[in-house]
């Protein structure tokens, strides 16, 4: 008999996926930058593609010490950041849906947690996921006004 994976862990992966698919957004666009705003929009998406690498490794830190190093297979991972890729790509915004996608993905982690003998410890990972998620939503807010 196959054992469903727990709402955490679900949810977990699900984060992870969405910073891969965020860090390949914000490095596409990152070359994909033109006309005059070009160096800034540059600098902007280097500088959030940057920092989704820091995010993406302590989310599999994350998850393989509390769960294994087992679930972070790299096919299934990389379907997962493309099942993102596909929501992000026909938005007005990619960059800020990706923002946004990351934020919700963090919600949904937080309200998996609940009594989790780690859960403190996931939360403040968590935590600061999500506040640069939302520094991003900020500055790509800013740029699209």
């Given amino acids: 008999m196959r054992v469903a994976p727990d709402a955490l862990l ?3 992966l699900e984060l992870w996926a969405t910073l891969r698919a965020a860090h390949h957004t914000y490095w ?3 070359w994909q930058a033109k006309g005059a705003p070009f160096y800034g929009d540059h600098l902007l998406y280097q500088r959030l593609y940057q920092a989704r690498v820091k995010e993406i490794d302590r989310m599999a830190e994350t998850i393989a010490a509390v769960y294994g190093s087992d679930k972070l297979g790299a096919i ?7 099942r993102v ?5 026909t938005a007005p915004n990619p960059g800020l849906r990706v923002a946004e996608l990351t934020l919700h993905a963090a919600n949904r982690v937080n309200a998996a947690i609940g009594q989790h003998p780690y859960g403190v410890a996931v939360n403040n990972v968590i935590a600061g996921i999500a506040d640069l998620a ?3 939503v900020y500055l ?3 740029r699209s006004r």
């Fill in 10 to 12: 679900v949810a977990l």
């Fill in 140 to 142: 790509l807010q800013q």
């Fill in 76 to 82: 299934s991972a990389w379907e997962a950041a493309q």
């Fill in 85 to 89: 890729l596909a929501n992000v790509s």
């Fill in 134 to 136: 939302l520094e991003s």
């Fill in 28 to 30: 596409t666009l990152h």
